[in-house]
């Protein structure tokens, strides 16, 4: 048991050192393709299908300890893609982005985690369940195939964007945190909000995973002299806050922040992460396109999350 926490603990240091170099920041990738920049998306892509490959063997050969989370999309799920975009845009960073804000200095963004529980803790519990369909989902090497497929052309594409020096930290985020979901199950901080509200007793092994990734990041930016203590401004907290609570009756609704959806639900193909991954990203990048406002709080034009 200590074992196997220690390793997941590890893994997660791993994933904070990742999340640090390797921008996997789902608002950051439809800011910087909006303005003709798409390198983030398609290496946020790349995370997809290695986190893919992880998912494939350890269904293949019977090590998945949880149920593929294989479920259809319905309008509850979208609407909450849609809200999880709004409080993304508003943040100013999504679930990851925020932990990368954190790790960098930025302490005003603890408020969106403050945000994030108080919309959680009142959240009715019905608004948590999406049963999953029982019905045999599609082969994983069909699925694995196709997103290597995907991938693999993008990157030929856009390979005058993309950075050598960094595509190995999204291929190592995607391999690490598909392995420590595997270990863990729902480790991620919108994951924990989700199972605390709904009933689920406290798993301090996920406590001590959400404080791995946020330490793993945090010495990383202090070794790369990427840390500087941000004053928080209350004004910019409200806002933070507000942010933080939408992403989180987003991700109850979905279920999943983009975070889970990232390195488990895409990986796995199931259609409701699609759809919901889908809405999420394509909201922002209309908005962001349309919105100047967004992009500056975003920071587009300052520090990059």
Known sequence: MLSSLFLTVLL????????DTGNVCVVRAAGDLTVGKPGIAVSCLLTVACAAVVFYIDTKFGWQRLPPPWTYPNLLSLAGAAIFAAGALVNGACAIGTIGRLARGDLGYFATIVGGIAVASVMPRRAFAIEATPSVMPT?????????????????????????????SY???????????????????????????????????ALACVAAVLVGATLTAVS??????????PKVMLREATGGGLMAAGAILIPGGNDSLLVYGVPSGSPNALAAYFVMFALMLAVLRIDPVFRRWAGWTGTKS
């Not at 790369?224 to 401004?233: A, E, G, Y």
């Open 140 to 168: 994983g090497l069909t699925w694995l195939l196709i997103i290597l497929a995907v991938t693999a052309v993008l990157m030929v594409l856009f390979r005058r964007h993309l950075r050598p020096s960094r595509l190995g």
């Open 171 to 205: 291929a190592i985020l995607g391999v690490v945190a598909a392995m420590v979901t595997n270990l863990q199950g729902d480790w991620t901080w919108l994951s924990l909000m989700q199972e605390i509200r709904a009933g689920s007793p406290i798993q301090y092994s």
């Open 224 to 233: 790369r002299r990427r840390f500087k203590l941000v004053r928080p401004d």
């Open 12 to 19: 997660c240091l791993i994933v904070g050192n990742t999340i």
